[in-house]
């Protein structure tokens, strides 16, 4: 690219203003709050006992659930089988957002630790994926999984050098791993 045509391409680009720095900041921090609120008024509702975390990263809130003992136990109810609760909740929060502050929201849920913990199991089918699309050609369908976790997935196998889609709908949405 000559120096004239990177001239012309800074010229093109909007200017970020500070304002608007400070604006999406403040934005994902009133998010944060609107949703431990929201979460805090749910534990009380079904008595549940636990702390909740908020940590912003990449411009995306991440909201964590925790407890120990005996609290851990009952938290794990708002995790559901394969997590569909879990999923849930993160919806109603994402709806709770949107009510108060007319923005959609991409909030993470996770409680105790578990999509921490499934990242991981993830990140360990992706590999056994991409391992079998080398080993014997073709392509390799994997379960229905959510969103959150076929990015995941997509994430992992593209750092493998291969190819991901999603094919399917609804609850049957699910990837298909092949060769780039």
Known sequence: MSNVEQHDTVESAAPVEESEVFDAASSVEEEGDIAADYLEELLDIAD??????????????????????????????????????????QEL????????????????????????????????IAGEAVAKVKENGGEVALEPMSA??????????????????????????HIVVSHA
């Open 148 to 173: 959150y976790e076929r990015k995941l997935v997509h994430d992992c196998v593209a750092e493998l050098g291969m190819h991901s889609e999603s094919e399917g709908e609804g609850p049957l949405r």
């Open 48 to 89: 549940l006992d636990g702390d909740i975390d908020i940590e912003v990263r990449g411009g995306r809130t991440y909201i964590s659930i925790v407890g120990e003992g005996e609290d851990e136990a009952s938290l794990r109810r708002l995790i559901g089988a394969k997590g569909e609760v879990l999923d849930a909740l």
């Open 93 to 124: 929060t994402r709806l709770a957002v949107l009510t108060a502050t007319g923005n959609r929201s991409r909030l993470v849920l996770d409680i105790i630790g578990y999509r921490h913990g499934r990242a991981g199991e993830l990140k360990n």
